[in-house]
């Protein structure tokens, strides 16, 4: 007799025939005919070698196989809902744990505002940390000591999920009272201007790139790590800075700067979630997925 085929229907099947003693009543309680149970039970008697229950007038009675076996069956089932109810669950409004989510400092300033208002709305004590992109990145986000990416990080491919939020553009910002300008940011005034230039980011790639596609060698009178302290250059000097469009009009809007087209044609990008296919099923990160998709999904600056 081949027990591991014995489904966990079959034995639902016997313990409520075993508990009711009633083929009518078995069926109702499973949701299903008379004669789906009987075919069930035919299988049982087959596969156990034993009658298991025989008609009396008063009920299905169960045979002395049948008496031996009931309680082993009951201890399989009262595991197997043991395990079901062992289910991971998150509830946002009563989960108490920390969120570490990898991104640029222009996501700082972009999309973690708005996320965190979110997030602290709907669950009060949950936590959330900002982690550089960096060497570390795919190994922690494999081993779960952080939990998503947010941007564009070329790289994460295998072992991981990506969901696509929004493509980005290029601007040029400026002090609104660029004493050169006053025909606008032409292909002419952009080269002969002074330049900020940020130098990390995967995004500033692209951007080199394109300047060297079209021969544009600009004169970066300041290179900045990061877009910390941008604002503050380009309100006091006549100088440019280059950058993606989201992080570009939210900083024009906080420190009242023109925002102009870029006269070279830049090649867009998207920005994307990332996640480790580990946790493609947790219930805690498919809810911090699903904050940000709901969010920044098709966003507009």
């Known amino acids: 007799m081949d027990l591991y085929n014995v489904d966990v229907k079959a034995l639902r099947l016997f313990e409520l025939l075993y508990t009711t003693g009633s083929v009518t009543r078995t069926a109702d309680m499973l949701g299903c005919s008379q004669p789906t149970v009987s075919i069930g039970l035919a299988r049982l008697r087959k ?4 009658p298991l229950f025989v ?3 008063l009920a299905m009675q169960p045979t002395p196989k049948a008496d031996a076996m009931v309680a082993t069956v009951r201890e399989v089932l009262d595991g197997l809902r043991r395990l079901s109810e062992a289910e991971q669950r998150f509830e946002p409004a009563e989960a108490d744990r920390t969120f570490r989510i990898f991104m640029t400092d222009a996501s700082h300033i972009t999309l ?3 996320l965190f208002t979110h997030v602290r709305a709907l669950a009060p004590k949950v936590r959330l940390e900002a982690a550089s992109i960096g060497p570390h990145m795919v190994s922690e986000l494999q081993s779960g000591e952080g939990d998503l990416a947010l941007g564009l990080i070329p790289g994460l491919e295998a072992g ?6 929004f493509e980005q553009t290029w601007v040029c910002l400026t002090n609104p009272r660029h004493s050169r300008l006053r025909r606008g940011l ?5 080269v002969q201007a002074d330049h900020v230039g940020i130098i990390a980011g995967t995004g500033q790639l692209l951007l080199e ?3 060297k596609q079209h021969g544009i060698d600009r004169n970066v009178a300041l290179k900045l790590p990061g877009f910390l302290g941008l604002s503050a ?3 006091s000097t006549d100088m440019v800075a280059t950058l993606p469009q989201h992080i570009g009009e939210t900083l024009a809007r906080s420190a009242g700067l023109k925002v102009w087209p870029c ?3 830049i090649p867009s990008f998207t920005v994307k979630q990332h996640w480790h296919a580990r946790y493609h099923h947790d219930p805690a990160n498919r809810w911090l997925r699903s904050m940000c998709s709901e969010l920044f999904l098709r966003l507009k600056p």
Request: proline letters at 10%; hydrophobic letters at 45%; charged letters at 10%.
């Open 47 to 50: 596969q156990f070698n034993d």
């Open 233 to 235: 250059i380009l309100q």
């Open 186 to 190: 032409t292909l002419e005034a952009y």
């Open 55 to 57: 008609r009396t007038a």
């Open 160 to 165: 991981f999920y990506q969901q696509v939020l």
């Open 112 to 114: 973690l505002p708005q």
């Open 263 to 265: 006269p070279i044609p």
């Open 209 to 211: 790139a394109a300047l």
